[in-house]
């Protein structure tokens, strides 16, 4: 896969990401279905560093630092985005990134470089790696599309796919 292939794909993904932050009400930013679970702000924060900041950190080795035999905070202390306007701002600059860190490397850099990423047991492929932020983008744009319903937004799978 080339780098301009992966970014073809995966646009469609963020903008669909896109229009349902766009569709998120600011008298919503609170709700979640239940304690334990981030709130629609801490969603819309998560989206917003599913790609670019992925791949920066995956070509720069710049990992986030874990504590020992975590994965993430609990949902409680997950960062939250204060506004729509604001997680639709970063998701813009994230897809930005995204584009700005392909032209750091090659197609063939892309599919055969492997980097080892620290929640990973093995190392993986830079393309790889990016096919799991993607995923990563499109299950958060789900959870997001599934909070928006629960909190009694009428939405319909139109919507999950950036149609308004």
Known sequence: MTRNEYLKFTEGIYKAAHVLIQLTPENKLDFKPKDGLMTIA?????????????LSMGINNSWPEIPEGEMLPPAEKMPKS???AEALKEIDQDWELLKQEMEKITDGEFNQNKINVPWMPFPMTIVEYMMQAMEHLSNHRMQLFTWLKLSGEE?????????P
Not at 42 to 54: E, N
Not at 155 to 163: E, I, P, V
């Open 42 to 54: 801490q969603v819309l924060k998560h989206l917003a560093t599913c790609l670019g900041a992925s």
């Open 82 to 84: 204060n506004s729509a």
């Open 155 to 163: 939405l319909n799978t139109g919507h999950l796919y950036g149609m």
